[in-house]
């Protein structure tokens, strides 16, 4: 079984501060991540995604995300938030080599000028 | 490129009425999807397909329908519409097992 986290289901942070959304992953085998971002009245679309390699990965519009296996987590970080970052965030996990993704309740980020 | 195309875009049904969601993708994905978004609940797997002619059960299947006749389509029935199945749904398709979902603009159901 897989399952997904996210603490929060809103997050408000002023321009330019950091912008950390939470994840937390919980899969019976290893497993692929991903954060998709959803601006309003459209679909969502891929922001990043973890399979191999580098634990660290780097996604569009300055955002990214690091997988840590003793943690089960995979944080969504932004240095500097902009007001175009305002929307609402997916955290996602797809068991490698199986056909189902689950994603987690969301995150909307609130931007504040 | 269109990507993944939804049909219709909006739709008031009464209780009982039936209705099809038509999803199109002009990408050659093997594996299709639907899924539905509630407030607070994310978005839940309804059915899925891996290829022309086969589907599965998602986490939420009951009171839809769904057909994949031909690859680059996927259709989401409902027989009798309850007002729980109020809903944006969402379709979306990848290359294989990869997890990357390209998804659609969303079809908004109010089921009255």
């Known amino acids: 079984a897989q399952s997904v986290t996210q603490l929060g289901s809103h997050v408000s942070v002023s321009e330019g501060a950091l912008v950390l959304l939470r994840c937390n992953y919980s899969s019976s085998v290893p497993p692929y991540l991903f954060w998709y971002v959803q601006y309003p009245n459209q679909g969502l679309q891929l922001l990043l995604k973890y399979t191999t390699g580098a634990t660290l990965v780097k996604g569009i519009n300055g955002f990214e995300a690091e997988f840590k296996k003793s943690e089960t987590s995979f944080h969504l970080t932004k240095p500097s938030a902009h007001m175009s970052d305002a929307a609402e965030y997916f955290c996602a996990v797809s068991p490698r080599g199986y056909q189902k993704v689950t994603f987690g309740t969301g995150t909307k980020l609130q931007v504040i000028p | 490129n269109a990507g993944v195309t939804q049909t219709p875009k909006f739709r008031v049904l009464k209780t009982g009425q039936s209705m099809t969601l038509l999803c199109a993708q002009d990408?050659?994905?093997?594996?299709m999807y639907w899924y539905r978004q509630d407030p607070g609940m994310g978005l839940r797997l309804i059915h899925y397909?891996?290829?022309?002619?086969?589907?599965a059960k998602g986490e939420v299947p009951d009171g839809y329908n769904v057909s994949r006749l031909k690859k680059q389509n996927f259709l989401l029935g409902l027989e009798s519409a309850a007002p729980s199945q109020t809903s944006v749904y969402f379709c979306?398709?990848?290359?294989?097992?990869?997890?990357?979902?390209?998804f659609g603009e969303g079809s908004r159901l109010t089921v009255l």
């Open positions: 979306a398709s990848s290359r294989g097992g990869t997890g990357e979902l390209f």
């Open positions: 397909s891996v290829g022309e002619g086969t589907t």
């Open positions: 990408m050659n994905h093997e594996y």
